[in-house]
DNA sequence: GTGAATCATCTTTTT
DNA sequence: GATGATTCAC
């Protein structure tokens, strides 16, 4: 029964320690290349060949691909199956729907992604009568997250609120709340928080949920948000057998509420904690090392780490500067044909950038040179709209409360309801307090709504109701019927060629889910749309497509390459512009992020930025990334004069984007005279300074009062 | 009720 | 510049 999952002799000294640490709590401080996900999965089998079953063991991710990953090398050693290895969010859906009654839901909930989530803000801010130019969806939203990440309820917030801001948000967390409930649906975050109360409000389910998970594992510990910390911390308290691993170096989630603190006080948390350090770098050669050290080293919140070097010398990291942005693509095209040419594997490629936006440029620069890449960006199929529109059907027939996706089947396309009928249908659910779906099958009740109408509405709520009896089982099947049936299919059909890859897409989709469905052991509708709610760009990263690989700088977390590209080091890029005005800690998150991408690095890596770039649609003078002066580079002035790209578009943008963050500095003073190009003259009545998201409210001659974003104001002083 | 046309909003990163 | 909301003609 014993069996060699892993040679202890190829262990270090310290990698030893973390693998055969037996009981209690144990921090593993793995800086970049340190063999850490080797560590783990040793650490399993050692557990399970001292005699510890499997299914008492639980490994946290930070993807699905991770886990997955992890599950095939724990089977390819042997003995690992049963191990029960996912992320947090997949872990609590698994948890919510085994205890849904006891977490207040219903176990057939939608979990919402952030296009429901904006729709549901909207309603929301709606339903409080709000003045929704001071909140904008998007900021209320991420004020709502903040409050789930630090396990606040609304009445909680209310309870706190002490100035109008909080008051108001949490008024709209309140109504966006109810509304979540209403759909049956939990965002996110709701299913971390959820679970979190779960277990801190039944003793009973955490006992026997700790004595399930003996031992626990998590990885990519500083990337933990508070309600992460807390579900890990109720998991393990029973056998206190909780292992994490995780870099501070490598934080680069605070904006979604990763709180680096859960790391860095871990032994605070648990006083009898061992703590291991590996600091040993099996990755890259001391050339890219000694570039990331200098850099990280400008970061003043960190414990002190070093990079410790086991390769040999190789080249030094190369660092270019280009005219503009396709002249950069074009340029690292050209260097990435040349590799391959030379005999480089494609999949030993990558090229990483800030936003996704820039991707498009580069793919352009591949397609034209013929090099074979891949985006990593798995989310990108669910989210085209006819994917989303099939999906909504799906929705619908898994959880009929979700009146946001029953709203997006009824538009899929012309059926004769349109949006007066639905607010009609809506008016009434609300006043009987139904759903919007009950609502429909009892449409010749709502007599707003002509007879015509109403039998349209009650054919469409008959239809899906139809599909319901049919829904247990595999999806695929049911997937391919309903595309049929609900008129989808057809309506495409007649949209001509433009549709045609949209069917196609559809196609895919029905594919894949019938992958899903032999792939699962009991296929059911509402476990594929749960699961795929929770597909990430990462989990579409095929590290064998014979492709070059183009993703962001998150997606690059925990990838390695032989050969790495990172673009687009300029101010307002990287560090991205709406970190400027966070402050010193949000800067050292971008430093983070760049020390991420500098480390994927195992033998060649080029850094460049261009002097000009296309952003929005505007050719944009650009400054240099200051993380450039801090690995020693030093722009060269006569390598800018010779690109023809400066006389010809100087006039376009003389200021350049460095100086477009200068102007919003301007403060204005309340009585001012201002010009809007579009309003005339008038005067400032108001002026909150928020930095970049200053809001300015006029009064302009012609009597109206205007509230503005200053940003977009485009506002010019009348000096006098 | 629908579809075309125009207007307004606002873009980081992701589970 | 893309996407969504709104408006307007049918």
Redesign the pocket.
């Known amino acids: 029964m014993t069996r060699q999952a892993f040679t202890t002799d190829q262990l270090t000294e310290s990698q030893r320690r973390a693998v055969f640490h037996k009981d209690g709590p144990l921090l593993v401080i793995a800086g970049p290349g340190s063999g850490k996900t080797r560590v783990i999965t040793s650490r399993i089998a050692a557990l399970i060949d001292a005699g510890v079953r499997p299914w008492n063991i639980c490994a946290i991710t930070?993807?699905?691909k991770a886990a997955e990953e992890m599950r095939e090398r724990l089977a390819a050693g042997g003995g690992g199956e049963g191990v029960h290895t996912s992320?947090?969010?997949?872990l609590c859906v698994r948890l919510l729907r085994m205890y849904a009654d006891a977490a207040g839901i219903s176990n057939n909930f939608s979990i919402y992604?952030?296009?429901d989530?904006r729709?549901c803000v909207?309603e929301a801010i709606k339903n409080s009568n709000i003045d929704?130019?001071t909140f904008?969806?998007?900021?209320v939203l991420?004020a709502i997250?903040n409050f789930k990440n630090d396990l606040e309820t609304p009445e909680q917030i209310l309870e706190r609120a002490d100035e109008f801001y909080l008051k108001t948000a949490g008024r709209v967390y309140e109504q966006y709340q109810k509304l979540l409930k209403k759909n049956n649906a939990l965002?996110?975050?709701d299913?971390?928080i959820n679970t979190a109360f779960l277990l801190r409000d039944n003793p009973d389910i955490r006992q026997a949920l700790g004595n399930r998970y003996q031992y626990l594992l998590v990885d990519e510990y500083q990337d933990t948000n508070h309600a992460q910390y807390q579900i890990a911390k109720g998991l393990a308290l029973e056998h206190r057998n909780i292992c994490v691993t995780g870099d501070p170096d490598q934080s680069?989630?605070k904006?979604?509420g990763a709180d680096i603190q859960n790391i860095l006080m871990f032994e605070k948390d648990w006083p009898d904690a061992v703590v291991v350090k590996l600091e040993e770098n099996f990755r890259s050669t001391p050339n890219i090392l000694e570039m990331a050290d200098v850099l990280i080293a400008n970061n003043t919140q960190r414990k002190e780490k070093r990079l410790v070097a086991t390769h040999d010398r190789g080249a030094d990291a190369e660092i270019e500067c280009y005219g503009d942005g396709l002249e950069e693509s074009v340029e690292v095209a050209g260097k990435i044909q040349a590799l391959i040419e030379e005999g480089a594997d494609p999949n030993e490629i990558a090229v990483f950038y800030?936003?996704?936006?820039m991707s498009r440029t580069v793919e352009e620069a591949f397609v034209r040179q013929q090099i074979p890449y891949q985006v990593v960006?798995?989310?990108e199929f669910y989210a085209r709209?006819e994917i989303r529109d099939m999906l909504s059907y799906m929705k619908v027939i898994a959880n009929p409360s979700d009146d946001m996706a029953l709203l997006r089947a009824v538009?899929t396309?012309?059926?004769?309801?349109?949006?007066?009928?639905?607010s009609?249908v809506q008016h009434y659910a609300s006043q009987y307090g139904i759903t919007m779906f009950n609502a429909m099958n009892q449409a010749d009740a709502i007599d707003t709504?002509?007879p015509r109408?109403q039998t349209k509405v009650k054919a469409f709520a008959a239809m899906i109701e139809k599909w319901r009896a049919d829904a247990d089982g595999p999806v695929a099947p049911l997937m391919e019927r309903v595309f049929d049936e609900s008129g989808l299919l057809d309506s495409l059909r007649a949209g001509g060629e433009d549709e045609e890859s949209a069917i196609e897409n559809i196609d895919e989709l029905i594919n894949s889910a019938s992958r899903y469905d032999e792939m699962t052991e009991e296929p059911s509708l509402i476990d594929y749309l749960q699961s795929i709610a929770?597909?990430?760009?990462?989990?579409a990263y095929d590290a064998e497509a014979g492709r070059v690989s183009l993703?962001?700088?998150?997606?690059a977390k925990g990838l390695e390459f032989d050969n790495v590209f990172i673009i687009g080091l300029e101010e307002g890029l990287l560090p991205?512009?709406?970190?400027l005005v966070?402050g010193e800690e949000?800067l050292e998150?971008?430093r983070r992020?760049f020390f991420v991408g500098i480390t994927r690095a195992r033998k060649v890596l080029h850094i460049s930025h261009a002097r000009y770039r296309?952003m929005?649609?505007?050719h944009l003078r650009t400054t240099p990334s200051k993380f450039l002066y801090e690995i020693g580079y030093t722009p060269k002035e006569e390598q800018f004069e010779s690109y023809t790209y400066d006389t010809e578009f100087s006039q376009v943008a003389p200021s350049g984007f460095g100086s477009k963050i200068e102007k919003k500095e301007a403060p204005f003073r309340t009585g001012e005279l201002v010009e809007h190009r579009?309003f005339g003259t008038g005067r400032v009545k108001e002026f909150q300074d928020m930095g970049d998201n200053s809001i300015i409210v006029v009064r302009f001659q012609s009597g109206q009062v205007k509230t503005?974003?200053l940003k977009?104001a485009n506002l010019t002083k009348l000096s006098g």
């Open positions: 930070f993807t699905n992320t947090f969010h997949s992604d952030t296009d989530q729709r909207k929704s130019k904008t969806p998007a900021k991420s997250s965002d996110f975050d299913l971390l680069i989630y904006w979604r800030r936003v996704n936006s960006r798995g989310v709209k538009g396309h012309s059926r004769g309801i349109g949006k007066m009928t639905l009609r709504i002509t109408t929770l597909y990430s760009d990462t989990d993703m962001t700088l998150h997606a991205h512009e709406r970190s966070g949000e998150e971008e992020l296309t929005r649609g505007q579009k503005l974003m977009y």
